[in-house]
T-cell receptor, first 115, second 114 residues
Framework: EAGVAQSPRYKIIEKRQSVAFWCNPISGHATLYWYQQILGQGPKLLIQFQNNGVVDDSQLPKDRFSAERLKGVDSTLKIQPAKLEDSAVYLC?????????????FGPGTRLTVL | AQSVTQLDSHVSVSEGTPVLLRCNYSSSYSPSLFWYVQHPNKGLQLLLKYTSAATLVKGINGFEAEFKKSETSFHLTKPSAHMSDAAEYFCVVSDSGSARQLTFGSGTQLTVLP
């Protein structure tokens, strides 16, 4: 079974530029998550989708971050404009559904460096 | 509200000796608890999970954890460390009051010495 795919794996940009990350979840997984993992910390949930609807985006900095999952499969996360403090690994995860026993499967992440 | 505290940011053990990674949690509801492992340049992988069944949970690669409600703890153990166990370990809590979202601890870096 193919895992969660993310691209690019690495990205270096200057502050005030924009950047986009892509995630392809495991086939059949209805729930998709984006996490931000700053160096030395655990992942923090940014946004959670159920199919193509947003379940929770309370921790997404909406002035600069946006995310979509238009067809309920792939998802993109965008940052515009980027700040130095956005340097982090952005993880995508997917699960079959919202039930607590549904394990979340994580992709390898995109490491973003903002100069 | 839910939170997790991992009591050690770094743990070093010698190969073949026991491993203990400590975790305390706080939850307003009956929690589910997880341990995830993260190897360098690889995705997070689920080691084991507790979801209100047996309090002693066995996971992959010989790891296990015991849910102790009275101590609000969920420590991870392994009888004998292997070099391949070197990685970052995250204790994670999820409760029914938070749409079952995962809240991660800050992680424990495990070093295994030859």
């Amino acid at each position: 079974e193919a895992g969660v795919a993310q691209s690019p794996r690495y990205k270096i940009i200057e502050k005030r530029q924009s950047v986009a990350f892509w995630c392809n979840p495991i086939s059949g997984h209805a729930t998709l998550y984006w996490y931000q993992q700053i160096l030395g910390q655990g992942p923090k949930l940014l946004i959670q989708f159920q199919n193509n609807g947003v379940v929770d985006d309370s921790q997404l900095p909406k002035d600069r971050f946006s995310a979509e999952r238009l067809k309920g499969v792939d998802s993109t996360l965008k940052i515009q404009p980027a700040k130095l403090e956005d340097s982090a690994v952005y993880l995508c995860a997917s699960s079959l559904g919202l039930a607590e026993y549904n394990e979340q499967f994580f992709g390898p992440g995109t490491r973003l460096t903002v100069l | 509200a839910q939170s997790v505290t991992q009591l050690d940011s770094h743990v070093s053990v010698s190969e073949g000796t026991p491993v203990l990674l400590r975790c305390n949690y706080s939850s307003s509801y009956s929690p589910s608890l997880f341990w995830y492992v993260q190897h360098p340049n690889k995705g997070l992988q689920l080691l084991l999970k507790y979801t209100s069944a047996a309090t002693l949970v066995k996971g992959i690669n010989g790891f296990e954890a015991e849910f102790k409600k009275s101590e609000t703890s969920f420590h991870l153990t392994k009888p004998s460390a292997h070099m391949s166990d070197a990685a970052e370990y995250f204790c994670v809590v999820s409760d029914s009051g938070s749409a079952r979202q995962l809240t991660f601890g800050s992680g424990t870096q495990l070093t295994v010495l030859p």
